[in-house]
């Protein structure tokens, strides 16, 4: 039955809903499990373009993600809900990342990339970006306060949506939203 409700929902957002509030109603009925911790904000909020480290080294802002809604998270190597929690943003990756699409991962605060490289090997995980925003200007900026956070981030570089704490971001529920947001431009 749920699954049934997800569809009729999704493809409610897919058809396009006439307004924001619509929008944002049709989202938050997606929301189960731990994906209720998931906050949708009435209207965006532009994110700031505060510079932050790539893993190449090369300075970045989160305007360079413009164009596809991202899902940005915030961690860190000492953190031991991202442990738990980057495996399955990993997942979301390897299952939706794309053109329309991606999961960006920034460690905040002192997070030497050795061991930032060495937290993603001990987890296994390889298709996700190791930048770095090692004095938290651009956390700052977000209001990250405690990690993880993580935030959804429309096409025009909006905060639409926030979630504090880890969560399973390749379950079902997490799917169907990021699903409606790709597939009818909700949340802006």
């Known amino acids: ?68 809604h991202i899902v940005l998270n915030f961690w860190a190597t000492w953190c031991a809900p991202c442990r738990v929690e980057m495996p399955m943003l990993s997942n979301l990756q390897a299952q939706m990342g794309g053109e329309d699409f991606a999961v ?23 298709n996700l970006p190791l930048h770095r925003d090692p004095k938290s200007a651009l956390a700052r900026q977000m209001g990250v306060f405690g990690l993880p956070i993580t935030v959804i981030l429309d096409p025009e570089g909006n905060e639409i949506a926030r979630l504090q704490g880890d969560a399973h971001w390749d379950s079902e529920s997490a799917k169907a939203i990021i699903a409606a947001l790709i597939d009818g431009g909700g949340g802006s």
Not at 3 to 23: E, F, K, P
Not at 29 to 48: I, N, T, V, Y
């Open 1 to 68: 039955m749920k699954t049934i409700r997800q569809i009729v929902l999704y493809m409610a957002l897919a058809l396009g809903a006439n307004a924001a509030v619509a929008d944002t109603a049709a989202l938050n009925a997606l929301r189960e499990g731990d994906m209720k911790k998931l906050m949708f904000h009435s209207a965006p909020k532009p994110a700031p373009q505060v510079e932050f480290e790539r893993e190449d080294g090369a300075t970045a802002t989160l305007a360079d993600y413009q164009g596809k």
């Open 104 to 126: 960006v991962t920034i460690a905040t605060g002192r997070n030497p990339p050795p061991a930032m490289k060495a937290f993603f090997d001990e987890i296994g995980v390889d």
